[in-house]
């Protein structure tokens, strides 16, 4: 059974910086392509960063060159650095494997974790 439990998320101000943290089990951690999501309120859930087994990664646009995305094998932890943060990074906070858009609603989710940017 897969289990993902995100942490680290708060309130900051816009230009901030936060760290979060994804605790995974129940999944190849090594092998699966492991990505961090968000949802901001009333709208769709999107992909925002990705890294593969090899630690080969992929960002959406909107954050690249602001968020880097990383993952220690030995805790089953991915985490995903967000600097330079703006308003409309505010969002619930997901980490999962990558999934296609049509299994989001489908797939297993952690509980998430709060970001709120202030301006």
């Known amino acids: 059974q897969v289990r993902l439990v995100e942490s680290g998320g708060g309130l900051v101000q816009a230009g901030g910086s936060l760290r979060l943290s994804c605790a995974a089990s129940g999944l190849n951690f090594r092998l699966n392509i492991m990505a961090w999501y968000r949802q901001a309120s009333g709208k769709q859930r999107e992909l925002v960063a990705q890294?593969?087994?090899?630690?080969?990664?992929n960002y959406a646009d909107s954050v690249k060159g602001r968020f880097t995305i990383s993952k220690d094998n030995a805790k089953n932890t991915v985490y995903l650095q967000m600097n330079s943060l703006k308003p409309e990074d505010t969002a619930v906070y997901y980490c999962?494997?990558?999934?296609?858009?049509?299994?989001?609603?489908?797939?297993?989710w952690g509980q998430g974790t709060q970001v709120t940017v202030s301006s």
């Open positions: 999962n494997q990558a999934l296609p858009k049509s299994n989001y609603n489908f797939a297993s």
């Open positions: 890294i593969t087994g090899g630690g080969s990664t």
